[in-house]
């Protein structure tokens, strides 16, 4: 938001010290500390950001919970989550969204595992609602060259816990 010449704003320096703020949390660094300071004389601004990153905090590991059909396989495969790996927000959010992309979940929410004190390495707990996956439908139809008109049709999106759609229609 901020360029060499350009037009100095206070809102612009606030998004410029959020965007370095999200950047490093996104890198892993969770507890940064970002700071803006501006001196202006004859109608020209000078913005000065200061970063303290702090240390990086990393995922020790996954506690997935609210998993009765699906396999954690999938889970794993598809929130893509390593140890050793730094999760800001962004990758958060990505998680979750991937998630409930697959329309197997009503809810997926990615948090610190609660009670641990700041350190290097955190665990994280994935709590996942399973979604309705089936699906039945029924017809029932007249009309004057075919007559009567039945049909049926049969869907599950998440077969044997694999995240796999099957349907039938007849």
């Known amino acids: 938001p901020l360029a060499v010449g350009g037009p100095w704003s206070a809102d612009r320096e606030a998004r410029a010290r959020d965007a370095v703020q999200l950047a490093l949390e996104d ?16 109608s020209r601004c000078s913005v000065t950001i200061t970063a303290t990153p702090g240390d990086p905090v990393l995922v020790s590991h996954l506690v997935v919970t609210g998993l009765s059909r699906t396999r954690r396989s999938v889970v794993d495969k598809v929130a893509r989550l390593a140890p050793g790996a730094p999760l800001g ?22 948090r610190p595992i609660p009670g641990q004190d700041s350190g290097e ?4 707990v994935l709590d996942l609602a399973e979604a309705p996956t089936g699906a039945f439908g029924f017809g029932l139809g007249w009309d004057t060259v075919e007559r009567l008109r039945v049909s ?19």
């Not at 890198?27 to 004859?42: I, L, P, R, T």
């Not at 049926?152 to 007849?170: D, T």
């Open 121 to 124: 390495a955190l665990g994280y």
């Open 27 to 42: 890198a892993g660094f969770a507890g940064a500390a970002v700071v803006a300071a501006h001196q202006c004389a004859d």
């Open 89 to 110: 927000p962004t990758q958060q959010l990505a998680v979750q969204r991937r998630l409930l992309g697959l329309g197997v979940f009503q809810r997926a929410a990615l």
């Open 152 to 170: 049926a049709s049969w869907s599950e999106m998440n077969l044997f816990g694999r995240a796999a759609i099957v349907a039938f229609q007849g």
